[in-house]
């Protein structure tokens, strides 16, 4: 059974950093590609980063230079390092993955981003 927990989350002031974990368990974590995503009030659900299983990465343009996705198979889990963080980077961040085409979501972890 795919399961995926993320942790990390909280409140924080505009410009401060916040690390969120994803630990995974029930897939051979190495061979997956893994993706954060976050959804704020009102709006879809958005991809911000992913890493593919050969280490190749994808961020949002919103998000570029600010967060860096990482992954440790060792320990199963993928990190979002998220710094300069602002009030529009508020929202409940989502780790998931893609298991033979079914996707595969944690429960979320929330963001908020205020003075």
């Known amino acids: 059974q795919v399961q995926l927990v993320e942790s990390g989350g909280g409140l924080v002031q505009p410009g401060g950093s916040l690390r969120l974990s994803c630990a995974a368990s029930?897939?051979?974590?190495?061979?997956?590609?893994m993706g954060w995503y976050r959804q704020a009030p009102g709006k879809q659900r958005e991809l911000v980063a992913s890493i593919t299983s050969d280490g190749s990465i994808y961020y949002a343009d919103s998000v570029k230079d600010r967060f860096t996705i990482s992954r440790d198979n060792a320990k199963n889990t993928v990190y979002l390092q998220m710094n300069n963080l602002n009030p529009e980077d508020t929202a409940v961040y989502f780790c998931?993955?893609?298991?033979?085409?079914?996707?595969?979501w944690g429960q979320g972890t929330q963001v908020t981003v205020s003075s």
């Open positions: 998931n993955t893609n298991v033979r085409h079914k996707p595969y």
């Open positions: 029930g897939i051979l974590f190495s061979f997956y590609p």
